[in-house]
């Protein structure tokens, strides 16, 4: 290991966003909190979905490790961060440095995988409605989750421990708040090639690879849209905004981050704080404003014209249907609706009714 024997440099200097040390102390007041806002938000919603056996779907269960990532995300970064506002001396030792290093890649990958496998989900849930069960079966999802988990450590441990071998020499100022590897490259003085390489390869494969997989998945929802003759019809179908609106808050800031030149650029810093620090806050804003079942809502059961699901079983009021079998009093019909998990998807339900009678 370089970091003992070859490296003069024992600990960084973290530039953070500011110098001024009123400007510093307005910053510490309001990352603080946003901070506490996002260790509230998650684990809020994390006890809400625990608690709820409603709430035992695949949506769910995505979207319980999602806000699990989001609260280790910002304790990665924001405690150190609230740290070197309040100190004279910003500074974080090289091990210190790696070990924030590998937990956001951890935290960034694992997310990537999440929004994508969500993707899936809610293809399967718009554009194979009858099917989403099958589709979305109780491995398929969970392999999914833990997938996401081991892919992201398994990217962390290859660039943290090429990174280990880098010797850093006289240069030990990082122009920005956190350890990220794009920051920490350009203070070493030995070859970084295979360095360079590592991060490229890892930035196609989870950043763009994941993104190619969500945009597929959104074009196929879109087209499955807007084959819906009715534009109420759509609009009931199209209930999955939240996660579009976290794809393109992450996505966009992450791939603009780390795509771009590394130019110690005020940009460079906004789209850093974007996705490291506000989405891991407005996410469990996000999904709670538009999820009825997260804000206590069950209009999609009460209302007479939608499907109603219960006990696992897809039913209709009007007419009356319980797996293909005609209630007493109902009239004869050829249509079968195939089970759905309970609150597997308010979209599945949604569109699986108009799709159903047609």
Known sequence: MALGNHSTITKFLLLGLSANPYIQALLFVLFLGICLLTI???????????????????????????????????????????????????????????????????????????????????????????????????????????????????????????????????????????CEMPSLLPLSCSDISRNLIALLCSTLLYGLGTFLLVFLSYTLIISTILSISSTSGRSEAFTCSAHLTAVILYYGSALLRHLMPNSVSPIELIFSVQYTILTPMLNPLIYSLKNKEVKGERSLRDSSDLPQLHKGQARWNRPAFTEGRREPGAPESSVQVTPQPRGACACSALYAAPKALQ
């Open 40 to 178: 509230m938000g998650n684990l809020m919603l994390l006890l809400v979905i625990r608690a709820d056996s409603c709430l035992h779907t695949p949506m769910y269960f995505f979207l319980s490790h999602l806000f699990f990532v989001d609260f280790c995300f910002s304790s990665v970064i924001v405690p150190k961060m609230l740290e070197n506002f309040l100190s004279q001396r910003k500074t974080i030792s090289v091990e210190g440095c790696l070990a924030q290093v590998f937990f956001v890649f951890v935290t960034a990958r694992t997310e990537t995988c999440l929004l994508s496998g969500m993707a899936y989900d809610h293809y399967a849930a718009i554009c194979r409605p009858l099917l989403y069960g099958q589709i979305m079966g109780k491995q398929l999802y969970k392999h999914l989750v833990w997938g996401s988990w081991g892919l992201g450590f398994l990217d962390a441990l290859i660039n943290v421990l090429l990174a280990v071998n880098m010797v850093f020499c006289e240069a030990k100022i990082i122009h920005h708040y956190s």
